[in-house]
């Protein structure tokens, strides 16, 4: 049954809800030193199924503004927490995870300013394959079998995710610019971002 793009209480938002309030509880499980855990990746890919879950369920029912907000708010919740403990106990190194921060909050912010003219910056397939590489560094970084035995694996994953992340950055601006040109094309496109 269809729902109504103000509807807060759906499935996919419970979802999308709990995955949000179990993040702090993946961060701690994170074990100091990098030795990897099963109890960690174990509940990492369960918090990232659940990601496509609660995205299926909103197609099907029908997406919701609520939803449009709360799932890109998990994800980043999700996976900068992790990557962020990982960097507290010397697994990832910083500046990976700084360029990857900056990216995502720069273009929520944008986003934000964005939406407030009108603009809408949809998600693009660059941008959730970003995601799911980000997803699998993590997990790559915090599972027993490859966390010391293969390091070049969660090492290129994270370097491959940063230009990923990079990429499509520059690609939602471009998108947007133009957008921006449309919606008002007697004025200054340049003046939106």
Known sequence: MPVSPNALATWANAITTLRLLLSPLMIWLIPDGGAGS????????????????????????????????????????????????????????????????AREIGISVYRTFAGAKGISVPASRLGKYKTIVQQFAVAAAVCPITAHRATWLWLWLLWIAVGLTTISGVQYLWRARAMAAEVVPNSDATAVL
């Open 38 to 101: 099963w109890a960690a990746f174990a509940l990492w890919f369960v918090l990232c199924s659940t990601d496509a879950v609660d995205g299926r369920l909103a197609r099907r029912h029908g997406t919701t503004r609520s939803g449009a907000f709360l799932d890109p708010l998990a994800d980043k919740v999700l996976v900068l927490g992790a990557m962020f403990a990982l960097v507290s106990v010397d697994v990832f190194w910083i500046v990976p995870v700084a360029i990857i921060t």
